[in-house]
């Protein structure tokens, strides 16, 4: 384990000339000392751009994951405004930065996060290059630009935002910028958990999961994380005999899994819902079309819930995941010669538990299913996010959250468990309730290929500057020492 300190590491130093140029950004902004001061939002949209762009533009593909530049960037800019910062790692080229706006303690802290990894790009497929961070028609291209530079960039700017207008806390405000949430934990979020807790311990987190939803131009709700599903990977493993593929035999390998793959695919987990998953479809049917509220509000009723969820199932299957404990199998193994029968054949399977899943009761129920002595069920020794209760939805974030929402939205918020996975389940794990917020996103920008994790990547800049806005009053709202 290595802890780096100011001394030791260049990310680390404060650099002079950065600090001259910021000085001048400074200028910019009233001095004010006043909570009743609000900040000038016009004006502060050339200076994000800046910083979102700057962050854009540094390559932080996970794998490798070289973390270090966006690092000192963040951290060089955060000096300079005199905001109190450290840094962590695991490796020097993949660390973690926290930064600390000190209040009166009379609450407990808050914690805004943001991973500055990215995942891997292929540049043919990109308009612009995937680093260059093009302004064009409204739009800001880049890896990362939905995930997850702007919650980074929002982070920034709230820690920045809350020190100018000296606005008074009874919270400490932290900001961690985390290495490593696109697979490699064990650098960031893990680390940091295991080894530097009360420099993160907090009662509410904000951090990336949610969004707001527009489609064809007009925004229907904002969701809000609250819980998500844990994923495992599982493996079936089928022997037999090999032999000559002139003479199939009734024990081959595959034969055995691919029995084993269609039990499992035609069987169906139980539902299961959760105190988020309930508001959310409670939510949504008040904000749907008849026939579609009608689905959502019979999800529990006995006499039409299978029909519901098979419909789910065939024309939104993100609902049907919602309800359960999900099973995909998306790799299969076996065989190296079309004469040769193999004596093995594998398949992996991708379970995302519902968060309280016992996962060796699971894996037990999926051998029952399979019901072959010739297949294994193993489950893949990783590191895996922990399953924890959900947020709270009665809480003074969540409430916080719903008013912000409703101000500079004027939609509905729903309470939302990701069938993905984020880095806020190791903070439930620890009794933080954790709320997953994100910008404005057009529904139909992922079909056309440009949402996170896709071939391509951008976010309207409208939606950048509502957000960073959206994210600061969230904060101030409920950091700010009472009058």
Known sequence: MLAITMKKHPVLRAAATIAFVLAAVVMLFPAAKSQGVSPDWPKLEEETMRHFQALLRIDTSDPPGREAPAVEYLKKVLDAEGIETKVFA????????????RGSGRKRPILIMGHTDVVNVDPAKWIYPPFSATRADGYVYGRGAVDDKDNVVAGLMVMLLLKRLGTPLDRDVIFLAEAGEEGSVRFGIDFMVRNHWPEIDAEFCLAEGGGVVRTSGSVRFASVQTSEKIPYNIRLIAEGPSGHGSAPLRANAVVHLAQAVARISAWQTPMRLNETTQAYFQRLAGISPPEEAARYRSIEDPAKSGIVQEYFAVNEPRHHSMLRTSISPNIIKGGYRVNIIPSEAEATLDVRALPDENIERLISEIARVVNDPAVKV???????????????????AFKVIESAVNRLYGVTTLPTMSTGATDMAYLRARGVDCYGIGPMIDSEDGPKGFGAHSDQERILEEALHRFVRFHFEIVAELARAAK
Request: hydrophobic content about 30%.
């Open 378 to 396: 193993v489950k893949a020794e990783r590191d895996t996010r922990p399953g924890a209760r959900p947020s709270r939805l009665d809480s003074e």
């Open 90 to 101: 695991l490796d020097a080229e993949r660390p973690n930065l926290v930064a600390r706006l």
